[in-house]
């Protein structure tokens, strides 16, 4: 998994949390510039592995989450990763452009601690014990 977090509380948080299902492999960075580095193994990611999911915060710096997203959902090497987004943002028309570019799902990040955990170990058990997650992303097969 790649976490694409600027917020040093909020990426130990969920590395914490993450932690906790000892079979994931997280990687993560604090920037838009690095993610896309990150997907295209350039620079000094010449060697990581396509993430079978992606959690990207929206707020970055050097390059927006927005897009990011777009840039991933407009490759077709990477468009099959699912992107879940975490905003701090309520507007609804934020919310609304996430999903027009393709998004899987958003999250809004509130400001309660207890209520933040919440989100993050329910998307932990929809996404890690629920959801069958790519196990080649990017590779097509044909039937």
Excluded: H, Q
């Excluded at 909020?10 to 906790?20: G, M, S």
């Excluded at 090497?77 to 507007?91: A, F, H, W």
Aim: charged share 25%; hydrophobic share 40%.
């Amino acid at each position: 998994m790649l976490l694409v977090e600027d917020n040093p509380a909020d990426t130990r948080l969920i590395i914490e949390l993450l932690n906790n299902l000892k079979c994931i492999n997280i990687n993560d960075v604090n920037n838009g510039i690095a993610a896309m580095d990150y997907l295209y193994n350039r620079n000094e990611y010449k060697d990581c592995e396509t993430p079978s999911l992606i959690l990207l915060d929206s707020g970055l710096p050097k390059k927006s989450g927005l897009t990011v997203l777009k840039e991933i959902k407009t490759d077709d090497e990477l468009k099959c990763i699912p992107v879940i987004m975490l905003t701090g943002s309520v507007d609804t028309k934020n919310t609304d452009k996430l999903y027009d570019y393709y998004a899987n799902a958003c999250i809004n990040k509130p400001f309660d601690l207890d209520k933040f955990k919440d989100y993050i170990s329910t998307f932990i058990d929809f996404w890690f014990n629920i959801v069958t997650l790519p196990v080649t992303p990017g590779k097509s097969f044909d039937f």
